[in-house]
């Protein structure tokens, strides 16, 4: 339903009390962008987070194959900088936040013609991503 981020502000304005799992690499995906475009859609959403789907999109998909690669650092920057924002806000409010890293298997991850291999490790990233978010906001 808020496959995109102007359909989910058409539904944060008509509902007031909607709150958010922001799983915003899909919204990469979608707009083909980085959101650049669009920071009011992405502004009134922040404010209606309570859960994050920490997967890492980028223009032409919803998952990077591996976020630790230098290729995806820009998609990667522009995703902790939405997180920050939702951290920063429910840590002031004292509230509790919720994050799933959420890297998917084969075949939403990237993989190999022929032979369907993954292009990385899920575990790892998900473990890689779990221990980054952790010293990110302790």
């Not at 919720?98 to 890297?103: P, S, Y």
């Not at 990237?110 to 779990?130: C, F, G, H, K, S």
Request: one cysteine or more.
């Amino acid at each position: 339903m808020l496959f995109a981020a102007p359909v989910a502000r058409h539904f944060i304005e008509a509902f007031p009390d909607l709150r958010l799992t922001f799983d915003v690499s899909h919204w990469c995906n979608v707009s083909e962008s980085l959101l650049t475009d669009q920071p009011k859609n992405v502004s009134l959403a922040l404010e209606r987070v309570d859960h994050i789907h920490a997967r890492i999109g980028h223009p032409e998909g919803p998952q990077v194959n591996d976020p630790r690669a230098p290729e995806w650092h820009g998609a990667a920057e522009a995703h902790f900088a939405w997180w920050d924002i939702v951290l920063r806000r429910k840590k002031e409010r004292g509230e509790v936040m919720t994050i799933l890293t959420e890297f998917g298997p084969p075949d939403y991850m990237p993989t190999l013609p022929y032979t369907r291999e993954p292009l990385a490790d899920q575990w790892a990233i998900n473990v890689y991503m779990m221990d980054t978010l952790r010293k990110r906001y302790s």
